[in-house]
């Protein structure tokens, strides 16, 4: 089995910094890529940062400048650097690996998510 956990949410004020971490263990074969989502109350999940390779990174135009997504390979782990934070930024932020275990398809997983609020 494979398993996505992601870790570093909390409660910060507007300006602040977080830094998320994302995990994935268990039977990977390979990972493909990684990517951060979020999901705030009321509305849909949007994608956040991709990480593909080194020279394929991808931001969403509200987080470009502020976010920066990086990545251990030899860890399997994911990792989300949030600077300058805003109120909207409060959502839920999701993990996702697409990768090949080591006996089925490709496929996505995701993790479980960590709170992210952004409040004075």
């Known amino acids: 089995q494979v398993q996505v956990v992601e870790s570093g949410g909390g409660l910060v004020e507007p300006g602040g910094s977080l830094r998320l971490s994302c995990v994935a263990s268990?039977?990977?074969?390979?990972?493909?890529?990684m990517a951060w989502y979020r999901q705030a109350p009321g509305k849909q999940r949007e994608l956040v940062a991709t990480?593909?390779?080194?020279?394929?990174?991808d931001y969403a135009d509200s987080v470009k400048g502020r976010f920066t997504i990086s990545r251990d390979n030899a860890r399997n782990t994911l990792y989300l650097q949030m600077n300058s934070l805003k109120p909207e930024d409060t959502a839920v932020y999701y993990c996702?690996?697409?990768?090949?275990?080591?006996?089925?398809?490709?496929?996505?997983?995701w993790g479980q998510g960590t709170q992210v609020t952004i409040s004075s």
């Open positions: 268990g039977s990977i074969f390979s990972i493909y890529a």
């Open positions: 990480w593909l390779s080194s020279v394929a990174i």
């Open positions: 996702k690996a697409d990768l090949w275990p080591r006996s089925g398809r490709r496929r996505d997983y």
